[in-house]
């Protein structure tokens, strides 16, 4: 595991109803672990405990059965991140607070049905230490407005590693089916919002949503590059 990922000095620990294994097909630079095939409703895992605070950052690509047969990563329990479908290499990172966490990355398939190639791969992990976490407001480049972080799970919170500006931004919490992570502030006008947006969302189905005095103004799914947008307040607060 150590050898595919290129850390050498982190141990991992596999679980699951399968093993991961290394693999020098399809590796971003040259080998990589991959899933071994999995029947329905089986799963592979592996982990590792990291010291923060601290920044992990990997790549991971899968071609599976959009929606239902999912690589995600975890950090003690708790879903950060999931792709599902067909995805090619695509960075990413999680965030570590202070103290020891461990992190785990799981490929399971649902109860029926496959698609695609049906594997997900996992490759260039590393470690740093730092904080790499923002307040929102410094995030979002306005720490003068009050910003309000809500949703049926995680709030909206800053981070480091996806930004437009290379140096932070703010992104939505990791939420479940049916649940939403909701980011508000109070605007005085007349006067015109501007902000940066971008989305990684099952098309058609996740939504990022902006919403003035609850009517929606407009809507996005599916991968939306970094969008400078502009909105007209009206005159009073909103």
């Known amino acids: 595991v150590s050898m595919a990922l290129d850390t050498i000095d982190v141990i991992y620990e596999t679980s699951g109803t399968a093993t991961w294994a290394l693999t020098e097909a399809l590796g971003e630079d040259g080998d990589a672990l991959v899933t071994p095939p999995l029947n ?3 799963n592979a895992s592996f982990s590792a405990e990291f010291t923060g605070p601290g920044l992990v950052k990997f790549s991971w690509m899968i071609s599976s059965e959009a929606s239902f047969d999912a690589l ?7 879903q950060n991140a999931s792709i599902s479908g067909s995805r090619p290499w695509q960075e990413t990172a999680v965030i570590i ?5 461990l992190v785990s990355w799981t490929y399971e398939k ?5 698609e695609g190639q049906d594997r997900a791969w996992v490759d260039a992990l590393s470690f740093t230490v730092g904080d790499f976490s923002r307040p929102l407001g410094d995030a979002l480049d306005y720490p003068g407005l009050r910003w309000r972080a809500s949703g049926n799970d995680l709030g909206w919170s800053g981070q ?6 290379g140096e932070d931004a703010a992104q939505a919490g990791v939420i479940g089916d049916n649940a939403e992570s909701v980011l508000e502030v109070d605007l005085e006008g ?7 947006y971008r989305v990684e969302s099952e098309t058609d189905y996740d939504f990022l949503t902006f919403t003035i005095d609850g009517a929606e103004d ?3 799914s599916g991968t939306v590059s ?3 947008k502009s909105i007209l307040i009206p005159e009073g607060m909103h």
């Open 226 to 228: 970094w969008t400078r």
């Open 160 to 165: 480091v590693f996806v930004t437009e500006d």
């Open 40 to 42: 329905d409703s089986e």
């Open 72 to 78: 995600r990563v975890e950090i003690d329990g708790v």
């Open 110 to 114: 649902d109860g029926s049905e496959s």
């Open 97 to 101: 607070p202070a103290g020891q966490h």
């Open 218 to 220: 407009f809507s996005e």
């Open 190 to 196: 007349p006067g015109v919002f501007f902000f940066s």
